[in-house]
Structure formats: structure tokens, C-alpha cells
T-cell receptor, first 111, second 116 residues
Framework: GDSVTQMEGPVTLSEEAFLTINCTYTATGYPSLFWYVQYPGEGLQLLLKATKADDKGSNKGFEATYRKETTSFHLEKGSVQVSDSAVYFCAPSSGNTPLVFGKGTRLSVIA | GAVVSQHPSWVICKSGTSVKIECRSLDFQATTMFWYRQFPKQSLMLMATSNEGSKATYEQGVEKDKFLINHASLTLSTLTVTSAHPEDSSFYIC????????????FGPGTRLTVT
């Protein structure tokens, strides 16, 4: 089945710093890849996605590129804000099946 | 995008009572929904797969008689925590997909259950 290895946190950055959260996956076939974000006390929101190799997903200044050759989907943002403080989850999906989550990466951005 | 709602958003109940949590897909039909639980500062743990018109599929270690799941329509799945105990206190989250080939799952806002 699908699985994911995600960079463990917590990650603490100063405002306007560059962010990278690593994610590698294993899956059969050609999965879609997702990054979800969870703000304190809330459910998960889709941050961005990519459905095929070399696709770049982007949203709110965050980007991730589907790298089939390295089975990776690293999340990046050039300049983080305090409001980006949350837990980030990477997940592959090969069908209408439950998403397999890693442990998540907790990001704290300080002013 | 598609929206999934949950009700209630939080609930406090006494030990030994039962609590029902609803998960609704508001603008799409979902033959399959998923229930997760999340402990503080931990990841989501899949509890069960809810299938419309048939029995739910439970993950290993999840007591099906304690966590009753009913998926009576294409837009509603319910999770009932029976004879709740303090150790059942957790954040319960459901998700559903449109089945449109993108495999995206839409998550509800979660229900925080506290058993006293």
C-alpha cells in the first residue's frame, strides 16, 4: 500500500525565512500527491496537489513539485509568515481510498 | 470546491453514555467516507471506511461494537461512540472524495469529544 515519510518537526523559523519540508512516498502506479494543512483546533485543509509527474502544485505562496524519479513531493515557501504556523501533512493517493498520513510536520513561525 | 461538514463541532458527555457524530457531504455524493481520530499533537489514525448501503470496514484494533458506523445515504455517515469512556476523548475527523479521478479527499472540520 501507499506510504509516506515526512520530515519530522517541530520546525521553528523566523518570519520571512525560507521553508522546506521534505516528503518522500511509496505507492503503486501513479498516485496523486497532496499537502494538507491543519491549523490549531481545526480539520485538514487541502493546501496543494499534483496529479502527475513534473506537475507543480502551488497555493498561498507554497509550492511542491511531483518528482517521480525521486518519489518526492517537497513543500517549499520562499517567505513564511506567522499565520503559516500549523501542522503540514503530505499524502499520496492511488484511488478513492483513505489517505495515508505521516506524522506531520509542526511549523512554528515567530515574528 | 467540495465541502464536508461535521456535527457537532464539540461535545461533552458523561462516561457510559453514547454520542453520535454526523458527517455530511454538502454538494456531492460520496459512496465512501472515512473516519479518523487524532490525539493531541499526533497524526490522524484511520478508524474505519464507511460504505453507503453496506457494513463499514474497521481497521485492526478498532472495536466495531463500540464505534458504530452507519452510512444510510450518499451524503451522510454517522459515527456513534457507545458507552463512552474518558479514553475515548479525542478529535474525530471524517473525509470523503468525489471519486472524480483526482483522488482528493475533503475533510470535515472535526468533532472534539470530551468524556467526563
Amino acid at each position: 500500500g501507499d506510504s509516506v515519510t515526512q520530515m519530522e518537526g517541530p520546525v521553528t523559523l523566523s518570519e520571512e525565512a525560507f521553508l522546506t519540508i521534505n516528503c518522500t512516498y511509496t505507492a503503486t502506479g501513479y498516485p496523486s500527491l497532496f499537502w494538507y494543512v491543519q491549523y490549531p483546533g481545526e480539520g485538514l485543509q487541502l493546501l496543494l496537489k499534483a496529479t502527475k509527474a513534473d506537475d507543480k502544485g502551488s497555493n498561498k505562496g507554497f509550492e511542491a513539485t511531483y518528482r517521480k524519479e525521486t518519489t518526492s513531493f517537497h513543500l517549499e515557501k520562499g517567505s513564511v509568515q506567522v499565520s503559516d504556523s500549523a501542522v503540514y501533512f503530505c499524502a499520496p493517493s492511488s484511488g478513492n481510498t483513505p489517505l495515508v498520513f505521516g506524522k506531520g510536520t509542526r511549523l512554528s513561525v515567530i515574528a | 470546491g467540495a465541502v464536508v461538514s461535521q456535527h457537532p463541532s464539540w461535545v461533552i458527555c458523561k462516561s457510559g453514555t453514547s454520542v453520535k457524530i454526523e458527517c455530511r457531504s454538502l454538494d456531492f455524493q460520496a459512496t465512501t467516507m472515512f473516519w479518523y481520530r487524532q490525539f493531541p499533537k499526533q497524526s490522524l489514525m484511520l478508524m474505519a471506511t464507511s460504505n453507503e448501503g453496506s457494513k463499514a470496514t474497521y481497521e485492526q484494533g478498532v472495536e466495531k461494537d463500540k464505534f458504530l458506523i452507519n452510512h444510510a445515504s450518499l451524503t451522510l455517515s454517522t459515527l456513534t461512540v457507545t458507552s463512552a469512556h474518558p479514553e475515548d476523548s479525542s478529535f474525530y475527523i471524517c473525509s470523503a472524495g468525489e471519486g472524480d479521478g483526482t483522488y482528493e479527499q475533503y475533510f470535515g472540520p472535526g468533532t472534539r469529544l470530551t468524556v467526563t
